[in-house]
């Protein structure tokens, strides 16, 4: 009987408190949030109660963390006399961006605390999630976590290194893909295509082009070389983008993430 509960329950905890609802692995899910009423609609979804902070961090078997990093310490201050009571075994789940295992110990104490990074596809199970453990984390609480994780999408155990440089990548990627939807949709809308049409079809083209390159697993260069018929128009769309820096703008969006110091 395992009891997963959530503090913090806006996007990246409302998503993850969907995966563990979709996983059939909790048996209760404890949901508290600031404003209340946000707790209890996700509630009605994922089969939850509603609850206080304090009561997350006295029952709950997996304690998720999902407030801004900014409010750590408030909230802290609020649980940890309470965690510090319990003598059963409880495990921290830190969702927070900048916070690395070391960091959380120093904070929260010398305890089990497994650290994911989400994506914000993972509220619709599309998402990429990478997640470490400290040694405090058995094999077992492991395996069980991740199977809790598994609706949420593609879901996998790193090292703090890695998921520093995937940061970029898959939790900035997002917003840089929805951008260059609304520049492909704004083209089209130039060309005479109908806005709702426009976003409609590049989203589409979006997910069937990343589906492509996952399962055929060729080189995302293939992919392009093979829709660039000689003579043809994309080849011209392709010299366009290469005259405007358009790789280089991509790489240097993702180095300058990667820079951004906490
Ligand atoms: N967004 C992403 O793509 C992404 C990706 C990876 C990791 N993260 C991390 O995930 C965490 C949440 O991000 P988010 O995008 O989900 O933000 P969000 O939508 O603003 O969610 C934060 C939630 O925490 C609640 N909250 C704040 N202080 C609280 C407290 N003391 N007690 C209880 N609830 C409290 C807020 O309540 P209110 O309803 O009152 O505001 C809000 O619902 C952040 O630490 C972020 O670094 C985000």
Redesign the pocket.
């Known amino acids: 009987m395992k009891t997963i509960g959530f ?9 993850l408190a969907k995966a563990a609802f979709r996983s059939k692995k909790a048996d209760v899910i404890l949901l ?4 209340r009423a ?1 707790a209890e609609k996700l509630a009605e979804l994922v089969n939850g109660t509603v609850c206080d ?1 304090k009561e997350v961090a006295q029952k709950a078997d997996y304690i998720f ?5 900014q ?2 310490a ?2 802290l201050e ?1 649980i940890l006399p309470v965690l510090n009571q319990r003598r059963d075994r409880y495990i921290i789940v ?6 690395p295992l070391a960091k959380l110990a120093e904070k929260i104490g010398d305890v089990p605390i497994i650290r994911i ?4 596809p993972a509220a619709v199970g599309s998402g990429v999630s990478l997640y470490v453990t400290n040694d405090r984390v058995t094999a077992e609480e492991d395996d069980y976590f991740y199977q809790l994780m598994e609706p949420s999408g593609l879901v996998e155990k790193t090292d703090e290194q890695t998921m520093a440089y995937a940061g970029g990548v898959k ?1 900035c990627g ?1 917003a840089f893909t929805a951008m260059f939807v609304e520049a492909l949709a704004d083209g089209g809308v130039a060309v005479g295509l109908p806005r709702e049409k426009a976003y409609r079809y590049a989203a589409q083209m979006i997910k069937g082009t990343a589906e492509m390159l996952l399962k055929t697993e060729q080189h995302p260069g293939t992919l392009k070389d093979s829709v660039c018929s000689p003579g043809g128009s994309t080849i011209q769309g392709v010299r366009k983008l290469e005259e405007s820096g358009f790789r280089a703008a991509v790489m240097d969006a993702v180095i300058a993430t990667f820079e951004k110091k906490f």
């Open positions: 503090i913090g329950t806006g996007n990246m905890g409302g998503a508290a949030n600031r404003t946000k902070n963390l999902g407030v801004e990093p409010g750590l408030e909230l609020e830190s969702m927070m961006a900048g916070n990074t989400p994506n914000m939790g997002p």
